[in-house]
């Protein structure tokens, strides 16, 4: 339940409210598309989502979305899982990210500015940007790469790898990427089932003063994807490209003109990996289109970034806030690409980047916020942020605690917004809006075009009460399919099981009657650490390679104070020991194979591993277990194999409490 009256924590001043990108549209679609010119953002929103199809239409137009062959209708089939948005019309994703180069006004200024552990911003201008692309582009043709083919990045966040998406795109491939922090068992459970034709790929990377050398992972890489053509060497740490790979340098120094490949709406544009609790990791397919759109609406409308702002957001090429800040772009925005740790040469680190290079929205995630905090950072003090007019925070809810810190430490009037969305629609579902007060605790909204409901088991909409996470209409950035799902079974399996015809997102939330979100974790299983998710299967695949370990379980809690904790319960073979030197194999073996990140907390040998009935795992119940929840209400005593199994974690729970 919620506060019934509490006290913002900020308000925007009226000329905020109406220079705000938002205000100025709803204004603007009163007069030309019958939207409401009264009752501010609520009745904006309820509009948008009553009159679906011509909010979206309003939004193409708004933006000036340049369609290269004209729509049939806005919304050809409104059912979920399958509607068809914009049926008829081509666009180019990647032909609207680079527009801005076309201003001679602009072509010279930063598209990019690329910072690493120096801390020296670099900037790529728009010019250079689009030069790049045109050469690449054109590359690829050579090489064969035709639309629908896949093309991938082994990449950290840097300008090569933005290159390389729009390069993709703009040829009508499909791009997908990994950080090259993951191993090569975690890349090639993703890659593997796309079967991509180019690889993008560094010899390293650096992190935390360190350099990392990649080039055994990387021809680990090329020899288990024999549907490779070509491979692109990237010299990060500035060595000799191996045998058979082509040099970056080669491919975009010709600075040519685009040519941009004319695609359906619903042409795949990218693949984003969204782990599930068991077999490999979904691949999400979204197309150009609905990405182009539904971006344009989040960092247009929400984000409220345009031509005037820097755009940074600390993320990696493994996340979808890489492909949303790629996205910046498409507003004229300048984004700000950071390789590096969140936390060198110290916890204040992100902040510096903000300052060097005059952000004005800074992303980040929660647990950063959280870290800062327990580190007694003070940003406004060490750092100039006069540029930031908005921390925007995501990966986890942000505490309350979080919320004030940043007031306190920030600014007295910073517009702080926590977000919430998700890899399966590389957006938000609730989240920023400039013309709304912020409450501690709280994300200021549902996002235009979504119907954001909590619904109960039943199916009955709930206020000012938790419930599941669902939304009932269509949004563009919605999967247009998962890969290798060809009957599409996956896809509805995921969303659309536990509400027929409504997506069912996996996270707990309450909508306050004040029209507020607040988040309160998944409600699922999936590990979402530091922003990064994975599923639980990858860490079993890894751990159980492991002669004495006969099976385990690995669960992902989040914290009261914006912490995380990962513990790792292990099932050992008769004889074997939990010995320091096995725990130390067990971190060594995730480190290495798939993230650092995922290292669990503590790992606690356990009597054995509950089942459902048909021999799954049992996870949601026991993160209920050791969230509190007493026996009875978090397992359906019929469905476990053992129920006194689960006893013991009950047990690890009242320790813990």
Same mark, same amino acid.
């Given at each position: 339940?919620?506060?019934?009256?509490?006290?913002?924590?900020?308000?925007?001043? @009226?000329?905020?409210?109406?220079?705000?990108?938002?205000?100025?549209?709803?204004?603007?679609?009163?007069?030309?598309?019958?939207?409401?010119?009264?009752?501010?953002?609520?009745?904006?929103?309820?509009?948008?989502?009553?009159?679906?199809?011509?909010?979206?239409?309003?939004? *193409?137009?708004?933006?000036?979305?340049?369609?290269?062959?004209?729509?049939?209708?806005?919304?050809?089939?409104?059912?979920?899982?399958?509607?068809?948005?914009?049926?008829?019309?081509?666009?180019?994703?990647?032909?609207?990210?680079?527009?801005?180069?076309?201003?001679?006004?602009?072509?010279?200024?930063?598209?990019?500015?690329?910072?690493?552990?120096?801390?020296?911003?670099?900037?790529?201008?728009?010019?250079?940007?689009?030069? @790049?692309?045109?050469?690449?582009?054109?590359?690829?043709?050579?090489?064969?790469?035709?639309?629908?083919?896949?093309?991938?990045?082994?990449?950290?966040?840097?300008?090569?790898?933005?290159?390389?998406?729009?390069?993709?795109?703009?040829?009508?491939?499909?791009?997908? #990427?990994?950080?090259?922090?993951?191993?090569?068992?975690?890349?090639?459970?993703?890659?593997?089932?796309?079967?991509?034709?180019?690889?993008?790929?560094?010899?390293?990377?650096?992190?935390?003063?360190?350099?990392?050398?990649?080039?055994?992972?990387?021809?680990?890489?090329?020899?288990?994807?024999?549907?490779?053509?070509?491979?692109?060497?990237?010299?990060?740490?500035?060595?000799?490209?191996?045998?058979?790979?082509?040099?970056?340098?080669?491919?975009?120094?010709?600075?040519?003109?685009?040519?941009?490949?004319?695609?359906?709406?619903?042409?795949?544009?990218? %693949?984003?990996?969204? #782990?599930?609790?068991?077999?490999?990791?979904?691949? +999400?397919?979204?197309?150009?289109?609905?990405?182009?759109?539904?971006?344009?609406?989040?960092?247009?409308?929400?984000?409220?970034?345009?031509?005037?702002?820097?755009?940074?957001?600390?993320?990696?090429?493994?996340?979808?806030?890489?492909?949303?800040?790629?996205?910046?772009?498409?507003?004229?925005?300048?984004? %700000?690409?950071?390789?590096?740790?969140?936390?060198?040469?110290? *916890?204040?680190?992100?902040?510096?980047?903000?300052?060097?290079?005059?952000?004005?929205?800074?992303?980040?995630?929660?647990?950063?916020?959280?870290?800062?905090?327990?580190?007694?950072?003070?940003?406004?003090?060490?750092?100039?942020?006069?540029?930031?007019?908005?921390?925007?925070?995501?990966? #986890?809810?942000?505490?309350?605690?979080?919320?004030?810190?940043?007031?306190?430490?920030?600014?007295?009037?910073?517009? +702080?917004?926590?977000?919430?969305?998700?890899?399966?629609?590389?957006?938000?579902?609730?989240?920023?809006?400039?013309?709304?007060?912020?409450?501690?605790?709280?994300?200021?909204?549902?996002?235009?075009?979504?119907?954001?409901?909590?619904?109960?088991?039943?199916?009955?909409?709930?206020?000012?009460?938790?419930?599941?996470? %669902?939304?009932?209409?269509?949004?563009?950035?919605?999967?247009?399919?998962?890969?290798?799902?060809?009957?599409?079974?996956?896809?509805?399996?995921?969303?659309?099981? *536990?509400?027929?015809?409504?997506?069912?997102?996996?996270?707990?939330?309450?909508?306050?009657?004040?029209?507020?979100?607040? +988040?309160?974790?998944?409600?699922?299983?999936?590990?979402?650490?530091?922003?990064?998710?994975?599923?639980?299967?990858? +860490?079993?695949?890894?751990?159980?390679?492991?002669?004495?370990?006969?099976?385990?379980?690995?669960?992902?809690?989040?914290?009261?104070?914006?912490?995380?904790?990962?513990?790792?319960?292990?099932?050992?073979?008769?004889?074997?020991?939990?010995?320091?030197?096995?725990?130390?194999?067990?971190?060594?073996?995730?480190?290495?194979?798939?993230?650092?990140?995922?290292?669990?907390?503590?790992?606690?040998?356990?009597?054995?591993?509950?089942?459902?009935?048909?021999?799954?795992?049992?996870?949601?119940?026991?993160?209920?277990?050791?969230?509190?929840?007493?026996?009875?209400?978090?397992?359906?005593?019929? #469905?476990?194999?053992?129920?006194?199994?689960?006893?013991?974690?009950?047990?690890?729970?009242?320790?813990?409490?």
């Amino acid at each position: 339940m919620t506060t019934a009256n509490p006290s913002p924590l900020w308000r925007p001043d @009226q000329q905020q409210i109406d220079d705000a990108q938002v205000t100025r549209f709803q204004a603007w679609a009163a007069a030309h598309h019958g939207a409401p010119a009264q009752g501010g953002y609520e009745a904006l929103h309820r509009w948008s989502v009553t009159e679906l199809e011509t909010f979206w239409k309003a939004v *193409t137009e708004w933006f000036d979305v340049r369609f290269t062959h004209p729509y049939a209708r806005v919304l050809g089939n409104r059912a979920m899982p399958g509607a068809e948005w914009f049926p008829g019309a081509t666009v180019n994703y990647a032909a609207h990210a680079l527009r801005t180069a076309d201003d001679p006004a602009r072509a010279d200024t930063p598209a990019i500015l690329h910072v690493d552990e120096t801390q020296e911003p670099r900037p790529v201008t728009w010019s250079a940007l689009r030069g @790049q692309v045109g050469s690449l582009a054109a590359e690829l043709r050579t090489l064969g790469v035709r639309p629908g083919d896949r093309v991938s990045g082994y990449l950290p966040n840097i300008p090569e790898a933005v290159v390389a998406l729009l390069a993709t795109a703009a040829v009508g491939a499909v791009w997908t #990427s990994c950080a090259p922090d993951f191993g090569a068992r975690s890349v090639l459970d993703r890659f593997q089932q796309v079967e991509p034709v180019v690889l993008f790929t560094v010899d390293g990377y650096r992190y935390g003063g360190k350099a990392h050398d990649r080039r055994d992972t990387v021809a680990d890489l090329r020899s288990a994807l024999p549907s490779l053509r070509a491979v692109v060497h990237i010299p990060l740490l500035g060595t000799e490209a191996p045998e058979g790979a082509l040099e970056w340098s080669a491919l975009t120094s010709a600075d040519v003109t685009p040519v941009y490949e004319e695609v359906p709406f619903d042409h795949p544009l990218w %693949v984003l990996y969204s #782990s599930g609790t068991t077999g490999l990791p979904k691949a +999400i397919v979204q197309s150009q289109g609905g990405i182009l759109v539904e971006h344009l609406k989040q960092i247009g409308l929400h984000c409220d970034l345009g031509p005037d702002d820097r755009f940074f957001w600390y993320t990696s090429t493994g996340w979808m806030m890489w492909n949303f800040l790629v996205s910046g772009l498409l507003t004229g925005t300048t984004i %700000v690409t950071y390789d590096g740790s969140p936390g060198f040469p110290d *916890t204040g680190a992100q902040w510096a980047v903000a300052e060097r290079t005059g952000a004005t929205l800074f992303g980040t995630s929660a647990a950063y916020v959280m870290a800062c905090r327990k580190a007694g950072v003070h940003p406004s003090r060490d750092h100039d942020l006069s540029r930031v007019t908005c921390v925007a925070t995501t990966g #986890s809810p942000l505490p309350p605690d979080g919320f004030r810190w940043l007031h306190d430490e920030v600014r007295a009037d910073l517009w +702080i917004a926590s977000v919430s969305g998700g890899t399966d629609v590389c957006s938000c579902f609730a989240g920023a809006v400039a013309t709304l007060p912020v409450y501690v605790g709280e994300l200021q909204a549902p996002g235009l075009g979504t119907d954001l409901q909590a619904w109960d088991p039943q199916g009955n909409a709930l206020i000012d009460e938790v419930g599941e996470l %669902v939304v009932t209409n269509p949004m563009p950035s919605m999967p247009i399919r998962f890969w290798n799902d060809p009957d599409g079974s996956r896809y509805h399996d995921s969303y659309f099981d *536990t509400y027929p015809g409504v997506w069912r997102h996996g996270d707990w939330i309450t909508l306050t009657s004040r029209g507020s979100v607040v +988040i309160h974790g998944r409600s699922d299983s999936t590990l979402n650490r530091q922003g990064v998710r994975m599923g639980s299967a990858d +860490i079993y695949e890894a751990v159980e390679r492991l002669p004495e370990i006969r099976e385990s379980l690995v669960i992902g809690l989040e914290q009261p104070d914006g912490g995380y904790w990962m513990p790792l319960f292990v099932h050992l073979v008769p004889g074997a020991v939990l010995d320091d030197d096995l725990r130390d194999r067990i971190k060594r073996t995730i480190r290495e194979q798939l993230s650092p990140r995922h290292v669990p907390d503590e790992i606690i040998e356990a009597p054995g591993v509950p089942h459902t009935l048909t021999g799954k795992r049992i996870e949601v119940p026991v993160k209920r277990l050791l969230q509190g929840t007493p026996l009875e209400k978090a397992v359906n005593p019929g #469905s476990v194999d053992n129920l006194e199994l689960l006893r013991f974690y009950e047990e690890i729970a009242r320790k813990r409490a």
